[in-house]
């Protein structure tokens, strides 16, 4: 079983700042099988980010994806209010598809 | 627009068996993946497993033993069976369009309480 593990596990930050979150694989996933999603209190998480890199419909350009291999990362240009939330990436290379533990990405 | 929606019991007793029905509106559900995906109180997203064009599923090994995915296209629903639940099965759990759920489309999840 491939395990991610992402990190900070909280990230204070203020609107208008950048925001990088980190995901590690323990073995590697290649960029087709690694996603991204944002889920808000009560809410059902939302794809973000597909393939590593290629954002899903409707969502805006200041999210964006990248890395290859073991390493990930999501990038949050300029922080909008709504952006604050808990950030999951997720393996989808080899089952069992395993996610994250989680990012809180909050208002400091 | 696709739209999911979970239905089924909010409460299973011990032992027994969790149903759960997702219901796919908006596109047929043939000739797509969908999988289940559950997230207990406060914790992270689990993957249970898919289904894909009746007769193909996937299971993650730490439930399948007790796991049965099953489709009716005739009503374009799926189905989630979880056999001799516990306390541990307690979670939000969420239907999805994808093998494992990064087809874009996601049900609002339905909360399930295991307890007597």
Sequence with gaps: ???LTQSPGTLSLSPGERATLSCRASQSVSSSYLAWYQQKPGQAPRL??????TRATDIPDRFSGSGSGTDFTLTISRLEPE???VYYCQQYRSSPYTFGQGTKLEIK | ???LQESGPGLVKPSETLSLTCTV???SISSYYWSWIR???GKGLEWIGYIFYSV????NPSLKSRVTISEDTSKNQFSLKLTSVTAADTAVYYCARGAAGTGGYWGQ????????
């Design chain 1, 83 to 85: 952006d604050f939330a």
């Design chain 1, 48 to 53: 973000l980010i597909y393939g590593a890199f």
């Design chain 2, 25 to 27: 509106s908006g596109g």
């Design chain 2, 56 to 59: 193909s599923t996937n299971y």
């Design chain 2, 39 to 41: 997230q207990p109180p």
């Design chain 2, 1 to 3: 627009q696709v739209h």
């Design chain 2, 109 to 116: 999840g339905i909360p399930v309480t295991v307890s007597s």
């Design chain 1, 1 to 3: 079983e491939i395990v």
